[in-house]
Protein backbone atom coordinates (compact mmCIF):
# COMPACT_ATOMS: atom_id res chain seq x y z
CA UNK A 1 0.00 0.00 0.00
CA UNK A 2 1.47 3.66 -0.87
CA UNK A 3 2.58 6.00 2.06
CA UNK A 4 0.41 8.61 2.09
CA UNK A 5 2.55 11.98 1.38
CA UNK A 6 1.59 12.94 5.04
CA UNK A 7 3.02 10.08 6.89
CA UNK A 8 6.15 9.26 4.98
CA UNK A 9 8.46 11.12 8.15
CA UNK A 10 7.13 8.62 10.25
CA UNK A 11 9.22 5.71 8.19
CA UNK A 12 13.01 4.86 9.07
CA UNK A 13 14.49 5.76 5.87
CA UNK A 14 14.83 1.97 4.79
CA UNK A 15 10.92 0.97 5.19
CA UNK A 16 11.80 -0.98 1.82
CA UNK A 17 14.70 -2.92 3.07
CA UNK A 18 12.16 -3.73 6.44
CA UNK A 19 8.99 -4.78 4.28
CA UNK A 20 11.16 -6.81 1.70
CA UNK A 21 12.74 -8.88 5.25
CA UNK A 22 9.45 -9.11 6.31
CA UNK A 23 7.87 -10.50 3.18
CA UNK A 24 10.80 -12.60 2.81
CA UNK A 25 10.06 -13.97 6.26
CA UNK A 26 6.83 -14.91 5.49
CA UNK A 27 7.65 -16.60 2.00
CA UNK A 28 6.11 -14.33 0.07
CA UNK A 29 2.30 -15.61 1.54
CA UNK A 30 -0.06 -13.62 3.57
CA UNK A 31 0.68 -14.24 7.53
CA UNK A 32 -2.69 -13.03 8.51
CA UNK A 33 -4.45 -15.64 10.89
CA UNK A 34 -7.15 -14.49 11.80
CA UNK A 35 -5.77 -10.65 13.16
CA UNK A 36 -7.57 -8.97 9.78
CA UNK A 37 -11.39 -9.71 11.04
CA UNK A 38 -12.25 -10.96 7.69
CA UNK A 39 -12.89 -14.40 9.32
CA UNK A 40 -12.90 -15.77 5.38
CA UNK A 41 -10.01 -18.12 5.93
CA UNK A 42 -9.83 -21.01 8.84
CA UNK A 43 -5.55 -20.73 9.99
CA UNK A 44 -3.46 -18.92 7.71
CA UNK A 45 -4.46 -16.94 4.67
CA UNK A 46 -3.58 -18.93 1.92
CA UNK A 47 -2.91 -15.86 -0.56
CA UNK A 48 0.52 -15.81 -2.54
CA UNK A 49 2.27 -12.15 -3.53
CA UNK A 50 1.08 -12.20 -7.23
CA UNK A 51 -0.84 -15.02 -7.20
CA UNK A 52 -4.57 -15.14 -7.86
CA UNK A 53 -6.45 -14.13 -4.49
CA UNK A 54 -9.18 -16.96 -2.93
CA UNK A 55 -12.71 -15.78 -3.61
CA UNK A 56 -11.72 -12.81 -5.99
CA UNK A 57 -9.16 -14.46 -8.32
CA UNK A 58 -7.50 -10.66 -8.59
CA UNK A 59 -3.64 -10.52 -8.50
CA UNK A 60 -2.38 -10.49 -4.56
CA UNK A 61 0.03 -7.33 -3.75
CA UNK A 62 1.58 -8.66 -0.45
CA UNK A 63 1.77 -5.46 1.77
CA UNK A 64 3.55 -4.74 5.37
CA UNK A 65 0.91 -3.98 7.87
CA UNK A 66 1.96 -2.65 11.28
CA UNK A 67 -0.52 -4.60 13.69
CA UNK A 68 -0.31 -1.20 15.76
CA UNK A 69 -0.86 0.92 13.25
CA UNK A 70 2.34 3.03 14.45
CA UNK A 71 4.85 3.48 11.27
CA UNK A 72 7.20 4.31 13.57
CA UNK A 73 7.32 0.60 15.27
CA UNK A 74 9.11 -1.77 12.97
CA UNK A 75 9.79 -4.27 15.54
CA UNK A 76 9.44 -7.58 13.97
CA UNK A 77 6.73 -8.89 15.65
CA UNK A 78 4.52 -5.88 15.27
CA UNK A 79 4.97 -5.99 11.54
CA UNK A 80 3.18 -9.13 9.18
CA UNK A 81 3.10 -9.23 5.69
CA UNK A 82 -0.22 -9.18 4.14
CA UNK A 83 -2.38 -9.35 1.04
CA UNK A 84 -3.97 -6.23 0.53
CA UNK A 85 -7.35 -7.73 1.52
CA UNK A 86 -6.54 -8.79 5.08
CA UNK A 87 -4.47 -5.23 5.22
CA UNK A 88 -7.57 -3.50 4.41
CA UNK A 89 -9.50 -5.69 6.75
CA UNK A 90 -6.99 -5.17 9.21
CA UNK A 91 -6.78 -1.47 8.74
CA UNK A 92 -10.94 -0.74 8.36
CA UNK A 93 -11.49 0.98 11.98
CA UNK A 94 -7.92 3.05 11.76
CA UNK A 95 -9.25 4.23 8.40
CA UNK A 96 -12.62 5.45 9.44
CA UNK A 97 -11.00 7.49 12.57
CA UNK A 98 -8.29 9.31 9.76
CA UNK A 99 -11.32 10.16 7.52
CA UNK A 100 -12.96 11.91 10.13
CA UNK A 101 -9.69 13.34 11.17
CA UNK A 102 -8.91 14.55 7.15
CA UNK A 103 -12.70 15.87 7.13
CA UNK A 104 -12.86 17.86 10.48
CA UNK A 105 -9.47 19.46 9.30
CA UNK A 106 -10.80 20.09 6.02
CA UNK A 107 -13.87 21.77 7.33
CA UNK A 108 -11.53 23.73 9.96
CA UNK A 109 -8.86 24.70 7.08
CA UNK A 110 -12.32 26.56 5.53
CA UNK A 111 -13.30 28.09 8.33
CA UNK A 112 -15.86 25.60 9.42
CA UNK A 113 -16.06 25.58 13.24
CA UNK A 114 -16.84 22.13 14.94
CA UNK A 115 -20.00 23.05 16.98
CA UNK A 116 -20.95 20.59 20.03
CA UNK A 117 -24.41 20.61 19.92
CA UNK A 118 -25.12 17.92 22.77
CA UNK A 119 -27.92 16.02 22.67
CA UNK A 120 -29.25 17.60 19.50
CA UNK A 121 -27.13 15.70 17.37
CA UNK A 122 -28.71 12.55 18.68
CA UNK A 123 -30.70 10.95 15.73
CA UNK A 124 -34.40 10.92 16.35
CA UNK A 125 -36.77 7.93 14.90
CA UNK A 126 -39.56 9.27 13.13
CA UNK A 127 -42.64 7.98 14.88
CA UNK A 128 -43.72 4.58 13.77
CA UNK A 129 -47.34 4.69 11.91
CA UNK A 130 -50.27 2.62 13.21
CA UNK A 131 -50.03 -0.84 11.81
CA UNK A 132 -54.19 -2.15 11.10
CA UNK A 133 -54.40 -5.52 12.02
CA UNK A 134 -55.90 -7.81 9.31
CA UNK A 135 -59.38 -8.65 10.01
CA UNK A 136 -61.22 -11.71 9.63
CA UNK A 137 -64.01 -10.88 7.20
CA UNK A 138 -67.33 -10.26 8.73
CA UNK A 139 -69.77 -13.62 8.77
CA UNK A 140 -71.94 -11.50 6.37
CA UNK A 141 -68.82 -11.09 3.50
CA UNK A 142 -69.53 -14.69 3.90
CA UNK A 143 -72.59 -14.75 2.87
CA UNK A 144 -72.56 -12.72 -0.13
CA UNK A 145 -69.75 -15.24 -0.88
CA UNK A 146 -72.18 -17.88 -0.38
CA UNK A 147 -75.05 -16.78 -2.05
CA UNK A 148 -73.67 -16.46 -5.60
CA UNK A 149 -75.28 -18.13 -8.25
CA UNK A 150 -74.39 -21.33 -9.06
CA UNK A 151 -74.14 -22.71 -13.01
CA UNK A 152 -74.90 -26.00 -14.10
CA UNK A 153 -71.28 -27.15 -15.23
CA UNK A 154 -70.24 -26.46 -18.50
CA UNK A 155 -72.50 -23.48 -18.53
CA UNK A 156 -71.47 -19.62 -19.10
CA UNK A 157 -73.50 -17.30 -16.87
Excluded: F
Amino acid sequence: MPIRPENLLRYPTNWPEISRAIKERAGWRCECEGECGRGTHPGRCPNLHEGAAYGTGSTVCLTTAHLDHTPENCDPANLRAMCQGCHLHLDTGHHAVTRAQTRARALADAGQLAVDVGDAATPVMPPTRPQTPHTIPAPATEQLLLDLPTTPEGTCP
